[in-house]
Structures are given as structure tokens and as C-alpha cells.
Antibody, heavy 119, light 107 residues
Framework: EVQLVESGGGRVKPGGSLRLSCAVS????????MNWVRQAPGKGLEWVST????????YYADSVKGRFTISRDNAKNSLHLQMNSLRAEDTAVYYC????????????WGQGALVTVSS | YVLTQPPSVSVAPGQTARITCGGN??????VHWYQQKPGQAPVLVVY???VRPSGIPERFSGSNSGNTATLTVSRVEAGDEADYFC???????????FGGGTKLTVL
């Protein structure tokens, strides 16, 4: 069974940092591109970042470029999102999602981790 | 690249719901659709314009042409009430894009 489990969410003050992780199981992690998608409270989905299987292709939304860093550890079946210089507008549930290739559908999603940026 | 969806669509049980997703020449791109119920993660219901993942009822179908992609839900049931999002990859900017979402209400 494919499973994606996010962790590392919490409350942080504006300007602070937080690192999200996504632990996966039930599939060959190194064969899939991975993504982060977020959803602000009561709002729609927003794509955040994508990383290819060997980390040689990485993409970011303009809203997070220069502040967030996506990474993966294929040996540990884990995906990460380092979030720096956090702003109130980064408050959201962050989902990790699997894709067969960059640009393809997100076929499996985690349950999400809530990040709250507030003073 | 901007994807435009109607905020809401309402339909009676047993009728057909059509949810549109507008974008410039969207017919030349592959569009995916997700269903999200309150408090849950999104679920893929149609991909590559018109392909249903395994486990998704045949009542869900998709089409894409010109400047509009459409998700069609036939014989709507109460359990279909949810938010629906279209999504694609914009190769021009190398970024993922979601539509704003449509709330499907079953009357």
C-alpha cells in the first residue's frame, strides 16, 4: 500500500524557519518525482515545488523561490522542504504528493502537515 | 499561466454536473482533476484530460479542447459533493498550476 506521511509542521513566528519531512512506503521512492502542494485555510490548492528522481531537476513556485528548499534522500525514502524567512501567507496545510514524472499527475498524496506562521 | 474555474456548481441527484477549467489554449496541455472532501487530502479522479485512475467510478469523465477542459460527473450522488480542482504543468514557466477550485453541491 502506497503511503506518504508528512511531519514537522507547527507554529513559527514570522521570519522563522521550519523543516517538513515526508516519509514514504509501499513503492520504489527513487523511481518517482516528488512534489509539495499547500492549501491555505479555506483556500484552494497551490503547487509549491517539484524534485526529480535524482534531484537534478528542481522547480519552485515564484511565491517561495529563494526561501524554500526541496530535497530528498532516496536511501531513506524521505522528502524534505526547508522553509526559511516564513511569512503569514505561508500558513497552510502542506501536502507531499507523488508523480510519475515531472509534469505528470499527482497520483498519491499524504494527509498533510499544518504550518502556522504567527507572532 | 492561469486556470479559471467557476466557484460553484449545483446539481440535483441523478443529474449531470459539468465543471469547467479555462486556460489559454489549454487543449494543447494535459489536464488533471482532483476531488477534495472536507478535512481530507485531494484524490485524483481524472488525468491526462480523460483517463480514470483505477477505483474511480465510470461516472467521472473528462474532455479538453480549445480553451476549456471539462470534468463531467454523471448520475451525481450525494457522496460526490466536494471541491474539484483542475491542474496542469506549465512547461513555459516550469511550474505546476491549479485552478481556483469548484464546489460541487448536490441539491
Amino acid at each position: 500500500e502506497v503511503q506518504l506521511v508528512e511531519s514537522g509542521g507547527g507554529r513559527v513566528k514570522p521570519g522563522g524557519s521550519l523543516r517538513l519531512s515526508c516519509a514514504v512506503s509501499g513503492f520504489t521512492f527513487s523511481s518517482y518525482d516528488m512534489n509539495w502542494v499547500r492549501q491555505a485555510p479555506g483556500k484552494g490548492l497551490e503547487w509549491v515545488s517539484t524534485i526529480s528522481t535524482r534531484s537534478n531537476y528542481i522547480y519552485y513556485a515564484d511565491s517561495v523561490k529563494g526561501r524554500f528548499t526541496i530535497s530528498r534522500d532516496n536511501a531513506k525514502n524521505s522528502l524534505h522542504l526547508q522553509m526559511n524567512s516564513l511569512r503569514a501567507e505561508d500558513t497552510a496545510v502542506y501536502y507531499c504528493a507523488r508523480a510519475v514524472v515531472v509534469g505528470a499527475r499527482f497520483d498519491y498524496w499524504g494527509q498533510g502537515a499544518l504550518v502556522t506562521v504567527s507572532s | 499561466y492561469v486556470l479559471t474555474q467557476p466557484p460553484s456548481v449545483s446539481v440535483a441527484p441523478g443529474q449531470t454536473a459539468r465543471i469547467t477549467c479555462g486556460g489559454n489554449n489549454i487543449g494543447s496541455k494535459s489536464v488533471h482533476w482532483y476531488q477534495q472532501k472536507p478535512g481530507q487530502a485531494p484524490v485524483l479522479v481524472v488525468y491526462d484530460d480523460a483517463v480514470r485512475p483505477s477505483g474511480i467510478p465510470e461516472r467521472f469523465s473528462g474532455s479538453n479542447s480549445g480553451n476549456t477542459a471539462t470534468l463531467t460527473v454523471s448520475r451525481v450522488e450525494a457522496g460526490d459533493e466536494a471541491d474539484y480542482f483542475c491542474q496542469l504543468w506549465d512547461s513555459g514557466s516550469d511550474q505546476g498550476v491549479f485552478g481556483g477550485g469548484t464546489k460541487l453541491t448536490v441539491l
